[in-house]
């Protein structure tokens, strides 16, 4: 692959978790919506963007032929359910003062897709993973053992973010039509729930909004969309080995974020779990780097092998 094409990929990827990163100082702007109202319009919005989007880069075809293949409808499905609910947990964490347990939830991820591949992809861990993942498993025992709580935003933004990318990997099928087919899902429901609260004195009905307000709700489709494609971008140009080296961009954005625009509490109980679960992670990306450089040492020693082309 070109060097240009590689360093687009790296830009693409540091934009993406970036923007996912700093995409709290957004919803914060709307903490006086509820969460399901803010996760329907949401839904509305990024389905409306993506088709404009589709219209002029192209990729109804491949829409088109996923219309009919139910096996993957089905599958689609349940990645629709799984993302919005992620998206609904997300949106009340931020919006209630939660930012850090959110950050903690997308700092287990990885850790939890590991696990995840051993239990459904028949992957094998190392060594060093089965380290990683037993001392984020003690940092959560620690916090319920004697604090007497589990971090439940975390865990259930790691669990559902984490069920979605391992059904994600077996649809096998590119970010925006993705994304299309899953918001063209959760369409009939968005809608239905408009239609529910038309009367009603509340927010989703954009009628009874003021024109500020509903240009932010407008810009969910952007702040939803936008990072997906970028990251995209960057799957397709690098190796997903690097760009899993940018993952945590995101989260270290929300923790500084939590503790310092917006003052959320950094307790003993959260420094605990915090610090295992880092601990993890260093191990985790210890990991990945001996493996990169091993395999780079075997091309090495295969290139060496290949016989020379000679002369006559």
């Given at each position: 692959?070109?060097?240009?094409?590689?360093?687009?990929?790296?830009?693409?990827?540091?934009?993406?978790?970036?923007?996912?990163?700093?995409?709290?100082?957004?919803?914060?702007?709307?903490?006086?919506?509820?969460?399901?109202?803010?996760?329907?319009?949401?839904?509305i919005w990024s389905f409306l963007f993506m088709i404009i989007l589709m219209k002029f880069v192209g990729g109804f075809g491949r829409f088109k032929q996923l219309?009919?293949?139910?096996?993957?409808?089905?599958?689609?499905?349940?990645?629709?359910?799984?993302?919005?609910?992620?998206?609904?947990?997300?949106?009340?964490?931020?919006?209630?003062?939660?930012?850090?347990?959110?950050?903690?939830?997308?700092?287990?991820?990885?850790?939890?897709?590991?696990?995840?591949?051993?239990?459904?992809?028949?992957?094998?861990?190392?060594?060093?993973?089965?380290?990683?993942?037993?001392?984020?498993?003690?940092?959560?025992?620690?916090?319920?053992?004697?604090?007497?709580?589990?971090?439940?935003?975390?865990?259930?933004?790691?669990?559902?973010?984490?069920?979605?990318?391992?059904?994600?990997?077996?649809?096998?099928?590119?970010?925006?039509?993705?994304?299309?087919?899953?918001?063209?899902?959760?369409?009939?429901?968005?809608?239905?729930?408009?239609?529910?609260?038309?009367?009603?004195?509340?927010?989703?009905?954009?009628?009874?909004?003021?024109?500020?307000?509903?240009?932010?709700?407008?810009?969910?489709?952007?702040?939803?969309?936008?990072?997906?494609?970028?990251?995209?971008?960057?799957?397709?140009?690098?190796?997903?080995?690097?760009?899993?080296?940018?993952?945590?961009?995101?989260?270290?954005?929300?923790?500084?974020?939590?503790?310092?625009?917006?003052?959320?509490?950094f307790d003993i109980e959260k420094g605990l779990t915090f610090g295992f679960i880092w601990c993890a992670l260093v191990i985790f990306v210890a990991d990945m780097l001996l493996?990169?450089?091993?395999?780079?040492?075997?091309?090495?020693?295969?290139?060496?092998?290949?016989?020379?082309?000679?002369?006559?």
């Amino acid at each position: 692959m070109p060097d240009t094409e590689y360093r687009k990929g790296i830009i693409l990827a540091i934009c993406a978790y970036c923007f996912w990163g700093v995409a709290p100082l957004y919803f914060k702007l709307l903490t006086h919506i509820p969460a399901t109202d803010i996760l329907v319009h949401r839904v509305i919005w990024s389905f409306l963007f993506m088709i404009i989007l589709m219209k002029f880069v192209g990729g109804f075809g491949r829409f088109k032929q996923l219309l009919k293949q139910p096996k993957q409808l089905w599958v689609l499905l349940a990645t629709s359910i799984l993302i919005a609910v992620n998206w609904l947990i997300f949106i009340w964490s931020v919006n209630n003062d939660q930012m850090l347990d959110a950050s903690l939830g997308y700092f287990i991820n990885p850790l939890f897709n590991v696990l995840l591949g051993m239990m459904f992809l028949s992957e094998k861990l190392r060594k060093l993973q089965w380290c990683a993942v037993g001392l984020a498993a003690i940092g959560v025992m620690v916090q319920l053992i004697s604090f007497g709580s589990l971090p439940i935003i975390s865990l259930s933004l790691a669990a559902t973010f984490g069920f979605y990318g391992l059904l994600r990997k077996k649809v096998n099928i590119d970010a925006k039509t993705g994304l299309l087919v899953e918001t063209a899902i959760l369409l009939p429901v968005a809608l239905g729930y408009l239609a529910f609260t038309f009367d009603v004195n509340g927010t989703a009905n954009m009628l009874n909004n003021s024109t500020n307000l509903n240009l932010l709700l407008l810009a969910a489709g952007i702040v939803t969309t936008i990072p997906l494609l970028c990251f995209s971008g960057a799957a397709i140009r690098i190796p997903l080995s690097t760009l899993g080296f940018f993952q945590y961009i995101g989260p270290s954005i929300m923790f500084v974020l939590a503790i310092t625009l917006y003052d959320e509490a950094f307790d003993i109980e959260k420094g605990l779990t915090f610090g295992f679960i880092w601990c993890a992670l260093v191990i985790f990306v210890a990991d990945m780097l001996l493996q990169r450089q091993n395999k780079k040492r075997q091309n090495k020693k295969l290139q060496s092998k290949k016989p020379q082309a000679t002369i006559s």
